[in-house]
């Protein structure tokens, strides 16, 4: 089993996150690359769909088409080399911070105990 540290070094060698779902939740792991600097390529469903713009902080594909996944993948791959999307990396990782368990712990806080009447 790998360390915490060594896992985000891993996740943070990947070129991209894909994750073409038919139904999620909202993946941590999506979360968790997009916060490690990684793009996140993505089906618009569960959650996902509330956090990810295409093409602002992650890349949406529909599920179900796979030419539609492939051209996507080659296009985001070509592109991430010239740094075209530096902007969008760093958007997502400043995004990802909110979903961390302290900030989903301080808003909840915020808005249930801390609240004023």
Do not use: H, W
Request: hydrophobic share 40%; charged share 25%; glycine share 8%.
């Amino acid at each position: 089993m790998s360390s915490p540290k060594q896992l985000a070094n891993l996740i943070k060698g990947a070129k991209l996150f894909v994750l073409p779902s038919y139904t999620e939740g909202l993946p941590r792991a999506m979360l968790e690359s997009m916060f490690l600097g990684v793009p996140v390529l993505v089906s618009p469903v569960g959650g996902i769909k509330y956090v990810i713009r295409d093409c602002e902080n992650g890349f949406l594909v529909q599920s179900g088409v796979p030419r539609e996944l492939a051209r996507r993948i080659r296009e985001i791959l070509e592109q991430i080399e010239t740094g075209k999307y530096d902007l969008l990396i760093r958007t997502a990782q400043i995004e990802a911070g909110a979903y961390t368990f302290s900030a989903r712990a301080k808003y909840f806080l915020d808005r249930s105990v801390n609240r004023s009447n």
